[in-house]
């Protein structure tokens, strides 16, 4: 059974994925940056969103196939429509939710991760949020709320699903 971590940024996938065996867990942002040698958001730059899509996909798909116990993908898994029919096929897809403000929040106090999508306006940030949100929920079997929980609390609610 493989669980697979959606939500938007910052809603807490990849720290929650850390907590599972590293054998068995991926994260497909760190499996990106190391494919295409450089951060996302210098690839944003240099290429453009559209090209970090196709290669999420693509890392995306062999992910599923390899048999990892715990996928943690990025907020933008949602965009294309491949993605989202693949994740409604697949069962034990985690939505991990919170607020807009909890995420906002999170997202600015998070000095690691440069997200160039979260470069834009607040405004614009809460749009994007607006329009994943209804993605999210159209391709989740589980939805865990992660506001007022530490991530330990979270990745204990996943374990305890299977
Ligand atoms: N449940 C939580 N409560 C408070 N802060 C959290 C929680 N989950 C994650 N964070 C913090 O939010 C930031 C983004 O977390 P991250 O795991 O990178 O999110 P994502 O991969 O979903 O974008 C990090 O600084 C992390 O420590
Ligand atoms: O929401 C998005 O479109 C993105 C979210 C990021 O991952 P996190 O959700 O882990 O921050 C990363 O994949 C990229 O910056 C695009
Ligand atoms: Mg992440």
Redesign the pocket.
Known sequence: MTVILI?F????????GKAFDQEKFIDLDKKIEKEIGMTIAQFFQEYSEDKFRQIEREVFKTAVQSGYAVI?TG?GIVNLIENRNCLKKLGNVVY?KADFETLYE?IL??KE?GRPLAFQSKEEVEKLFAQRVKLYEEVADIVIE?RG???EE?VKEIQELK
């Open positions: 939500g940024m910052a809603a807490g996938k990849s720290t929650v943690a907020g991990l999170r106090l998070d991760n992660t929980k530490s991530p979270v």
